[in-house]
Nanobody
Framework: VQLVESGGDSVQTGGSLRLSCIASGFSYTSYCMGWFRQVPGKEREGVASIGSDGISHYGDSVKGRFTISIDTAKNTLYLEMNSLKPEDTAMYYC?????????????????????WGQGTQVTVSS
């Protein structure tokens, strides 16, 4: 499985970005996919996940501002980020696992299960 993220950039507070993650060598029959972020010296934080059951989960800090979606025809996972804040500054990683994990999808990916991409940097300035 290869995951390649893109879309990271530097924006001002209140701005928007859309991250993309192209997944190759991955089966969409059953899956758990999502995004987590990490700042050097801090713990990894789960951002959003979506499972093959269509159910999505979000970290508390991004609820109402971020939206995760998937286009299986394009093998692409998206993260739409609105109302960005300086505390959203981090390296964002795409992750995927062929096991669905149901309600534990976001927890599973954030704990390190599955495959990860190389990350894309998001910087939000005040």
């Amino acid at each position: 499985v290869q995951l390649v993220e893109s879309g990271g950039d530097s924006v001002q507070t209140g701005g928007s970005l859309r991250l993309s993650c192209i997944a190759s060598g991955f089966s969409y029959t059953s899956y758990c996919m999502g995004w987590f972020r990490q700042v050097p010296g801090k713990e990894r934080e789960g951002v959003a996940s979506i499972g093959s059951d269509g159910i999505s989960h979000y970290g508390d800090s991004v609820k109402g501002r971020f939206t995760i979606s998937i286009d299986t025809a394009k093998n692409t996972l998206y993260l739409e980020m609105n109302s960005l804040k300086p505390e959203d500054t981090a390296m964002y990683y795409c992750a995927a696992d062929s096991r669905p994990y149901a309600d534990y999808c976001l927890v599973a990916l954030t704990s390190g299960l599955g495959d990860w991409g190389q990350g894309t940097q998001v910087t939000v300035s005040s």
